[in-house]
T-cell receptor, first 110, second 113 residues
Framework: DAKTTQPPSMDCAEGRAANLPCNHS???????VYWYRQIHSQGPQYIIH???NNETNEMASLIITEDRKSSTLILPHATLRDTAVYYC???????????FGAGTILRVKS | EAGVAQSPRYKIIEKRQSVAFWCNPI?????LYWYQQILGQGPKLLIQ????????DSQLPKDRFSAERLKGVDSTLKIQPAKLEDSAVYLC???????????FGQGTRLTVV
């Protein structure tokens, strides 16, 4: 399993963009980068995933470096409800387990 | 689509007692996972099923934990006997082969006293 490094915590002002970095230098060629978040007292929630191209959906954007050794999750206009623990997880796309690290606690403040 | 259903939501038991958790995955999802999440840590995989067969149970404490997935749909996780260190949230998740990783239930919060 590829090892990831994420900052333990980050703060962001409400309405501003939140940029959450992740280092995954040992990711293998067939592994996607998945991002999940976990709001207090809830199960983890899927956000987005990508292989090597940048991806965008209704929740967030994912920027993956060309060498695939790191990525950044971008929440373009953070709200208080985005306060959660964010996990970056390398994973093969089909049927493989998700291995969670400690994640980044994002606190969005008004 | 309906999400992953888990029950009960909360359970308090005394050490050395037994307890069981139930999970109903999203319809059609062949893969089912049970995770244990201790307060302040990320979820840890206990067991992964593909239909009704076990794919990975390397981190399941088999002397006290057991899990089954009858007919490849619902699943039950059992702890017998429980220890204080089993206090955690037990999360069930399911996935299909089509991307988007896994979908998680709300979890069962177990307190062993």
């Amino acid at each position: 399993d590829a090892k990831t490094t994420q900052p333990p915590s980050m703060d962001c002002a409400e309405g501003r963009a939140a940029n959450l970095p992740c280092n995954h230098s040992t990711i293998s060629g067939n592994e996607y980068v998945y991002w999940y978040r976990q709001i207090h007292s809830q199960g983890p929630q899927y956000i987005i995933h990508g292989l090597k191209n940048n991806e965008t959906n209704e929740m967030a954007s994912l920027i993956i470096t060309e060498d695939r050794k790191s990525s950044t999750l971008i929440l373009p206009h953070a709200t208080l409800r985005d306060t959660a623990v964010y996990y970056c997880i390398p994973r093969g796309e089909y049927g493989n387990k998700l291995v969670f690290g400690a994640g980044t606690i994002l606190r969005v403040k008004s | 689509e309906a999400g992953v259903a888990q029950s009960p939501r909360y359970k308090i038991i005394e050490k050395r007692q037994s307890v069981a958790f139930w999970c109903n995955p999203i319809s059609g999802h062949a893969t089912l996972y049970w995770y244990q999440q201790i307060l302040g840590q990320g979820p840890k995989l206990l067991i992964q099923f593909q239909n009704n067969g076990v794919v990975d149970d390397s981190q399941l404490p088999k002397d006290r934990f057991s899990a089954e997935r009858l007919k490849g749909v619902d699943s039950t996780l059992k702890i017998q006997p429980a220890k204080l260190e089993d206090s955690a949230v037990y999360l069930c998740a399911s996935s299909s082969f089509r991307g988007r990783g896994a979908f998680f239930g709300q979890g069962t919060r177990l307190t062993v006293v």
